[in-house]
C-alpha cells in the first residue's frame, strides 16, 4: 500500500511544521509494507527532509519541471528535489492539467525526467463530471493513460522494466477531488480494472504483481479508506484534504498498514 498526501498550496509554515511533527512521529505495524509519503510546498523541503530523515516517511514534489535545468524562471527540476532529499513526484495533476494547461505529452517528458532522475513519479489521470457524465469517462482515463506514457512505451525493454518498477499510477476522477463526493466502490473497482487491463495491453506486464500500484484519490479521507482500500485493484490512496489533518491521515495510514 502506498499512502500519499497532497498538500497543495495550503499550510502556513506553522501548519507545516505541526504535520510534519505528527508524521515524525508515525509508527507503523511491525509487519507494515505500507509506505507514506507526503507532498510539501517547495518552501518546506528542506524543513520536511530534516524532520522526516530518521522516519520511514518520505517526501516528494507536487511537480518537477521536464528539462534538466535552464532558463525557467520559476521553476524547480527533478535534481533539484532529489538532491533535497525528496524521492517522489506527483505529475499531471488534475489542477496541474486545468490550471497551468499540462498535456498528456509534456506530462509524460516529465516522467521521463523524474525516472532518470531517480524519482518517483506518480502520474494522475482522471475524467471530468462532463467527461462522466456522456459515460465516455473509460475510454478518456485509458487514453490519458497511453498517451502520458508513449514515451516509457517507446523505452528498451530494460529500460521500460525500469520505468515500471518506479511508476505509480493515481486514478483520481476530477469531479472528486476536494468536493466531498467519492466515486463509488464499483465505479473505483471498474476503473481500476479497466487502466490495469490497458498497462497489460500496452506494457504486456500483469499488473499489480508486476509492481505498478495503482492509488485512487478524490475525497478520500479516514472514514471511507478502509473500504476503498480494501478494494482488490486499489494499491493505495493519493489524498488531498485529508493530508492536511494530521488525526485524519495518520488513521488512513493506520487503515492501509493493515491491509
Ligand atoms: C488531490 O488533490 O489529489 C485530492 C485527491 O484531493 P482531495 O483528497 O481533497 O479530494
Given at each position: 500500500m502506498i499512502i500519499a498526501g497532497n498538500w497543495k498550496m495550503n499550510p502556513d509554515h506553522q501548519a507545516a511544521e505541526a504535520l510534519l511533527e505528527a508524521l515524525s512521529d508515525y509508527t507503523p505495524a511491525s509487519d507494515s509494507n505500507c509506505e507514506i509519503v507526503c507532498f510539501p510546498p517547495a518552501c518546506y523541503f528542506s524543513m520536511a527532509n530534516q524532520a522526516l530523515a530518521k522516519t520511514g516517511v518520505r517526501w516528494g514534489a507536487q511537480n518537477c519541471h521536464?528539462?534538466?535545468?535552464?532558463?525557467?524562471?520559476?521553476e524547480i527540476s527533478a535534481q533539484m528535489i532529489k538532491e533535497q532529499g525528496g524521492a517522489w513526484v506527483i505529475l499531471g495533476h488534475s489542477e496541474r492539467r486545468q490550471?497551468?494547461?499540462?498535456?498528456d505529452a509534456l506530462v509524460g517528458q516529465k516522467i521521463v525526467t523524474a525516472l532518470q532522475t531517480g524519482l518517483r513519479p506518480i502520474l494522475c489521470v482522471g475524467e471530468s463530471e462532463e467527461v462522466r457524465n456522456k459515460h465516455s469517462h473509460d475510454n478518456f482515463v485509458q487514453s490519458q493513460l497511453e498517451a502520458s506514457l508513449e514515451l516509457v512505451a517507446q523505452m528498451s525493454p530494460d529500460a521500460q522494466k525500469k520505468a515500471l518498477a518506479q511508476l505509480v499510477i493515481a486514478y483520481e476522477p476530477v469531479w472528486a477531488i476536494g468536493t466531498g463526493k467519492v466515486a463509488s466502490l464499483l465505479d473505483i473497482e471498474a476503473m481500476h480494472q479497466g487502466l490495469l487491463q490497458k498497462m497489460e495491453a500496452l506494457f504486456g506486464v500483469q499488473l499489480p504483481e508486476a509492481g505498478v500500484p495503482i492509488l485512487y484519490g478524490g475525497s478520500v479521507n479516514d472514514a471511507n479508506a478502509a473500504d476503498i482500500l480494501g478494494l482488490?485493484?486499489?494499491?493505495?490512496a493519493l489524498v488531498g484534504?485529508?493530508?492536511?489533518?494530521p488525526d485524519a491521515f495518520l488513521s488512513i495510514c493506520h487503515i492501509a498498514d493493515k491491509k
Open positions: 521536464q528539462e534538466s535545468g535552464g532558463a525557467y524562471t520559476g490550471y497551468f494547461a499540462e498535456t482488490k485493484p486499489v494499491s493505495g484534504g485529508a493530508s492536511l489533518k
